[in-house]
């Protein structure tokens, strides 16, 4: 993504009114998995694949979206969907995205290898990441994620993205780990073994949220997760994990990434609104499977409409009534969440937390440029 890609979506930071620049897109509501973290764990969602909207209902709303930053394609298990290749090719071509980032359990490698081919091949200037969900190791995580045999199917996975990672600059695989009250003890192993045996780019953390599917799994210890974020921090800054590359800002959104783990730290211990919510129904949407169009997912009790009664115009849901009142109702009630997407936005589009941003981005600058000194002179061999 070229620099000049980031101006006009700048502008937001003064006019947040528009349509969003972030779209998370529930692809499908299929899962073959049954995670007892699941955020729709208490059937807000209904794995009905003749709901789904169709590519051709797909293109039709896309060309009226407008121009987007982000593109988050979810699920349920995204690459459930065979045509999820040809979904982003959509996206890319109609408004011109040109980061996208997809999360998958990994059990399905053939498919998420073919995907991702056919996706950098149909799309040359699109940044696309690949984060691999992994929250224990070994039989824990299977017994998380309640299918037998994942975790060596996520790592077969990883493996293969590595591959296409290496010759690929602007393709990334990161893993990625679902915070909850099961394995919030097992952080430090965890972290361990990645960078020891998996060595991914980068290790990102989800806190569990929502309504899920075992209650229990919010009750997390957020004094072990501040210490996991601590941990990623200092990997990052020691080089062990390299985070976001292969692009401008890359240092900036992995900046963000050391504020937004406090931010979401704070917020979960005094459970108040610390900043107001400029991404739900402003700058960020969530689009459902079956067409609905929240303002974040976070929110499904403010329906805006469902394509399919608009004649697939976006633009005349995001400009409606309902949009304005749900907008209305989220600053009214000060609302607020640990949902690290939109927190992304509110951080980036909030002046507030900026020099909190340059400070984190500074010190990424100096960690590299000491390391790449130590490294100059270091004793070569022979």
Not at 260 to 274: D, S
Not at 349 to 365: D, E
């Amino acid at each position: 993504m070229r620099i000049f890609d980031y101006i006009r979506p700048a502008a937001r930071v003064l006019r947040t009114e528009g349509l969003p620049l972030y779209l998370v897109f529930f692809v499908t509501d299929r899962c073959n998995a049954r995670c007892g973290h699941c955020l729709f764990g208490d059937g807000t969602v209904f794995p009905d694949v003749a709901r789904e909207l169709s590519l051709e209902e797909i293109e039709r709303a896309a060309a009226t979206m407008g121009r987007l930053l982000f593109l988050l394609p979810t699920g349920g298990e995204p690459f459930l969907r065979e045509d999820l290749a040809e979904i982003i090719g959509i996206f890319y071509r109609a408004t011109g995205v040109r980061n996208v980032a997809i999360p998958t359990n990994g059990s399905l490698t053939a498919r998420v290898v073919s995907a991702v081919e056919r996706v950098l091949a149909a799309c040359p200037k699109l940044t696309l990441g690949v984060d691999v969900s992994l929250d224990a190791v070994g039989d824990a995580h299977d017994a998380l994620r309640g299918v037998p045999g994942l975790f060596s199917k996520a790592v077969a996975t990883l493996r293969e993205l590595q591959r296409i990672e290496r010759r690929v600059p602007r393709f990334n695989v990161n893993i990625e780990t679902t915070v909850t009250s099961f394995n919030d003890r097992l952080l430090d192993g965890n972290l361990d073994y990645f960078t020891r045996v998996l060595k991914p780019s980068a290790v990102f953390t989800l806190l569990a949220r929502g309504r899920p599917r075992d209650p229990a799994a919010l009750d997390v210890d957020i004094e072990r997760y501040l210490a996991y974020a601590v941990r990623l921090e200092r990997a990052l800054l020691d080089g062990v994990l390299r985070g976001y590359r292969h692009f401008p800002g890359a240092d900036l959104v992995n900046a963000k990434r050391i504020v937004r783990h406090r931010l979401i730290a704070r917020i979960a211990r005094e459970r108040r609104c610390l900043l107001p919510c400029s991404a739900a129904g402003s700058l960020g949407a969530a689009l459902f499977a079956n067409g609905e169009v929240y303002p974040c997912e976070m929110r499904t009790d403010l329906p805006l409409g469902n394509l399919r009664d608009f004649g697939y115009d976006f633009r005349e849901i995001w400009r409606g009534e309902k949009a304005a009142r749900a907008r209305g109702a989220i600053r009214r009630e000060r609302c607020f969440c640990t949902y690290e997407c939109f927190l992304t936005l509110n951080i980036l589009f909030n002046p507030r937390f900026w020099p909190a941003v340059l400070l984190a981005w500074l010190r990424i600058k100096a960690a590299r440029a000491e390391k790449a000194a130590v490294d100059l002179f270091a004793p070569r061999g022979g």
